[in-house]
């Protein structure tokens, strides 16, 4: 695989997912949606219809386009690497250990809902696909999110009503825990706040685990995609693109649909949980990588490269974005800051997602027309290398 330049469209897709990553997490951000129903919480239509709609457009996909951009950027690190004959597997390692030291300040001290720990852990396993054939890559990731989906189809049939009973934590439910959690990011102290945080970062890397296999494919669909050099390519494999923008609009829609269906049902129904996890397995990763190859295409347009170019800063730096936005938001809604934690609508959510993300886009262009990296990823890049960077432009220019 030959890299030998920045590529902008995965800079440019990886923009764009960061919106509907913060579009996701807002409801996280500002309500105690580990433990209770956003949709029952809420009962003017127009909060229930964000709800709904946020859970159809991005809900498991915006994840699954960040995962596969992380498998794609595997290929691309390792394929530099070895051009400049550096040692990839032991660079790549160390990359991931200060990923994992980011993503552990980041879960810890900020915001519970980090993804940076799962993927520095999960990224490790990429290395045994490093030399397997595009064949062999393919064959493992429809087997990771295929598998999964027969095995918790079986057990459902096997145990019966008994595997899908709503159980909240050391027996108290979980609408009471939901209570208690509004009133300490609400109104809490610092150590309480710290401690409610440790908790649901643990719960949320379990749910993380739980759909670990669903982002290890995603990964394996990216080293894919980097092995068979399409972005790289993109004129040669536009058919490519095409046919697998409409078959995966063809699975994904479908699954994502029924999953809206049954949202309204109760969380321990059959039809409820098994629509949940199918929409994340066959739903969130089939309309994830539509996602990806409908901005592929547009691309391929003058107006559509147009649009799109201010979202290659945002992509750029996207490490930086991320955080920034727990940051922003913890201030926003917890009680060091203004203390609006269950008291934001999804529609208000919304909006305030869509300003956030607004400044971000001017500030990553503001920020990239003067500086090569953002500060994140120029603190990752240089404790990768072993060496301070440069991080001006002119710096490189003199």
Known sequence: MQITKRITELDIIRGIALFGILMVNMGLFSFPALYTDS???????TDQLMVMLINFVGEGKFISMFSFLFGLGFMIFIARAEKKEQRPVRLFMRRLFILLLIGLVHSYFIWYGDVLCVYSVAGVFLLFFRN???????????????????????AASLIGPAFFTEAG???????????????????????????????????????????????????????????????????????????????????????????????RMPHDSAAYNIMQFLGSYIGGSALGIFYVCAVLLLLQKASGQRILAPFAAVGRMAATNYILQ???????????????????????????????????????????????????????????????????????QK
């Open 326 to 396: 727990s940051v922003t938001c913890v201030l926003v809604f917890y009680s060091f800051g203004l203390g609006l934690y269950g008291k934001v609508s999804p529609v208000a959510g919304f909006f305030l997602a869509i300003a956030l993300y607004i400044f971000q886009l001017y500030f990553s262009n503001f920020w990239m027309n003067r500086f090569l990296y953002g500060p994140i990823e120029w603190l990752w890049r240089s404790l990768t290398y072993g060496k301070k960077m440069p991080i001006k432009i002119n710096a490189i």
């Open 169 to 263: 934590i050391g027996g108290v439910p979980a609408k009471t825990i939901a209570g208690y959690v509004v009133l300490i990011y609400q109104k809490g102290t610092m150590g309480e706040i710290f401690s409610q945080n440790s908790m649901d970062s643990i719960l949320t890397k379990i749910g993380y685990g739980l759909i670990l296999p669903q982002i290890f494919a995603m990964f394996l669909f990216g080293t894919y995609a980097g092995k068979q050099q399409i972005f790289n390519q993109l004129l040669e494999h536009l058919a490519k693109i095409r046919m697998i923008f409409l078959v995966s609009l063809t699975i994904g829609l479908p699954v994502a649909l029924a999953g809206l269906v049954c949202l």
């Open 39 to 45: 949709l029952g919480a809420w009962p003017d239509w």
């Open 132 to 154: 397997s054939s595009p064949k062999t890559v393919l064959i493992w990731a429809f087997s990771l999110l295929l598998i999964p989906v027969f095995l918790f189809l079986s």
